[in-house]
């Protein structure tokens, strides 16, 4: 399964292309490449990318010796990513994801955990590897580490402490799983990781699916337009919507047309509260002048998108001065209705 690599913004011609798949919990972001490389992770994307202790380093990678065939895919309806391995008759499974708090009926929105996740299990065969993290280090201890920035990482083995990395020699046989996080806590290292990394995946598979049920699209194109949905709510931030530029700065408020594009796409699919908030955020960027209809947005796309979302919600979830004026609106359309 692949997903479409759209960019919310433009990016400077002299910045990298963003690189692999994307992973997040709307607040982080991350993105893993097809051999099975954290190419780059923000644990917090106001606050930027983490730095590794090299720029060409890839934050977090798998080395096995010999040819590996890597492939990639999400897990159905979710942003968890499953990358697979075959080398020498031995099979790697390993699984990345930002965890998220379950999801519930009566669930407005998840609780990002901060932090990112892999679990890596030997499927077929034994496997030996090392997993190596490119972190710039404060301080170690046998399973957890600090980096100079200040996030902390942790694994259910133990681990060697080098200059510019930190790094665990893995033999796994056939079952067999070993666990690594980075996150913005200390968290603690050793055998009990595994268990809590595979809880942390139930947890965030559960969100996800719970999230993905809610789409309304019927269309037979449904796989495709879930991905898509999938991918655009990992762009979405405490009402804001956040374009992933490469860089230190990591990423900034998207432009406004991508934020209609957006709330127009989540409207479509029946993503009520996210398509809200995004107008919501249209709306409340031009204040005070946006009190009144006709000083909204001048783009049609966003008179479209709020009339259609307006015509199936009604007010519900829009600021209230913004319904106000739609009342009024409405009140006064009546009015020459009757007159007439």
């Not at 033999?171 to 799983?177: D, M, N, W």
Request: glycine share 8%; hydrophobic share 45%.
């Amino acid at each position: 399964m692949s997903m479409p690599q759209s960019r919310l913004a433009a990016v400077p011609a002299y910045a990298p292309a963003p690189r692999g798949l994307a992973i997040g919990d709307m607040r982080g972001h991350g993105r893993v490449t097809e051999d099975a490389a954290l190419a780059w992770l923000a644990l917090d994307r106001r606050a930027g990318l983490l730095r590794s202790s090299h720029p060409e380093r890839a934050l977090l990678s798998v080395q096995m010796d010999g040819e590996v065939e890597w492939v990639s895919a999400y897990v159905p309806g979710t942003n968890v990513l499953e990358t697979v391995g075959h080398a020498d008759g031995a099979e790697l499974r390993v699984v990345d994801f930002m965890a998220v708090a379950e999801g519930r009926a009566d669930q407005a929105e998840a609780v990002a955990a901060g932090r990112f996740v892999r679990i890596i299990t030997c499927t077929e065969g034994e496997a030996s590897f090392r997993l190596v993290c490119a972190a710039p280090l404060a301080s170690a201890g046998k399973c957890e580490a600090q980096a100079a920035d200040g996030w902390h990482l942790a694994c259910s083995r133990p681990l060697g402490a080098g200059a510019e990395v930190v790094a665990t020699h893995v033999r796994l046989a056939a079952g067999e799983s070993v666990a690594f996080v980075i996150s913005e806590a200390p968290v603690q290292g050793g055998p009990a990781l595994t268990a809590e990394a595979l809880h942390a995946l139930g947890e965030t598979i559960h969100y996800w699916t719970w999230w993905s049920d809610r789409c309304r699209y019927k269309g037979e194109d449904f796989d495709q337009r879930l991905r898509e949905a999938l991918a655009l709510k990992l762009s979405f931030c405490e009402d804001a919507y956040l374009a992933e530029v490469p860089g230190m700065a990591g990423f900034t408020p998207a432009p406004s047309g991508d934020v209609i594009r957006a709330a127009a796409s989540f409207l479509a699919l029946g993503y009520r509260g996210e398509c809200a908030a995004l107008l919501s955020r249209l709306h409340g960027e031009q204040a005070p002048e946006a009190s009144r209809p006709e000083r909204w947005s001048a783009e049609e796309s966003f008179r479209a998108t709020l009339d259609a979302y307006v015509l199936r919600y009604g007010t519900l979830g829009l600021p209230g001065d913004v319904s106000a004026a739609i009342a009024a609106q409405q009140a006064i359309v009546q009015c020459t209705k009757c007159m007439a």
